[in-house]
T-cell receptor, first 113, second 114 residues
């Protein structure tokens, strides 16, 4: 069964600090991995998408890494801002699957002033 | 603006009633999806549709029904058979069928049984 595990479940940091969120997956055959940001009561918005051949991808203060051998990904947030407070969801797509997407349960990040 | 629109944002249902959640997209996407989100859990797939007039059950389809009469629209009906319908419902669409397909989400509908 395809699964995506995220850690930690929740995280509290002070504004300006860095943090790293983790994602482990067992989706096969792997197609790509996305990180989404979901504000409370809103729909998820894509931050990055990574394919099998990509190791690192940045989007502003967000940097995602992918190790396809160990089936792990991380999302690093630099110089956190209050607006970074949200749930960050790791989503893995299986190649050839009409259902396409397996979601992690998310990491709830709270940035305090 | 192109996007995916869900309505209403909040919905209250009495026990035993059916309710229909709307989802419309103008992105010309072939694939559309309905997910349910509960606190502390990942999104779970209810139904999905890859083309007009065709749809498939997801992992938790019991107590739900859908239709796909138009490419732009994928309404979800929560029937009285759904025993625990209180949740946050998300609709998504994607081009579908390509390796880097990205799902675009609506803003969600929060359904509460009263």
């Amino acid at each position: 069964k395809n699964q995506v595990e995220q850690s930690p479940q929740s995280l509290i940091i002070l504004e300006g600090k860095n943090c790293t969120l983790q994602c482990n997956y067992t989706v096969s055959p792997f197609s790509n991995l996305r990180w989404y940001k979901q504000d409370t009561g809103r729909g998820p918005v894509s931050l990055t998408i990574m394919t099998f051949s990509e190791n690192t991808k940045s989007n502003g203060r967000y940097t995602a890494t992918l190790d396809a051998d160990t089936k792990q990904s991380s999302l690093h947030i630099t110089a956190s801002q209050l607006s970074d407070s949200a749930s960050y969801i790791c989503v893995v797509s299986a190649r050839g699957s009409a259902r396409q997407l397996t979601f992690g349960s998310g990491t709830q990040l709270t940035v305090l002033p | 603006d192109g996007g995916i629109t869900q309505s209403p944002k909040y919905l209250f249902r009495k026990e035993g009633q059916n309710v229909t959640l709307s989802c419309e997209q103008n992105l010309n996407h072939d694939a559309m999806y309905w997910y349910r989100q509960d606190p502390g859990q990942g999104l779970r797939l209810i139904y999905y549709s890859q083309i007009v007039n065709d749809f498939q059950k997801g992992d938790i389809a019991e107590g739900y029904s859908v239709s796909r009469e138009k490419k732009e629209s994928f309404p979800l009906t929560v029937t009285s058979a759904q025993k625990n319908p209180t949740a946050f419902y998300l609709c998504a669409s994607s081009i579908g069928g390509t390796p880097n397909t990205e799902a675009f989400f609506g803003q969600g509908t929060r359904l509460t049984v009263v």
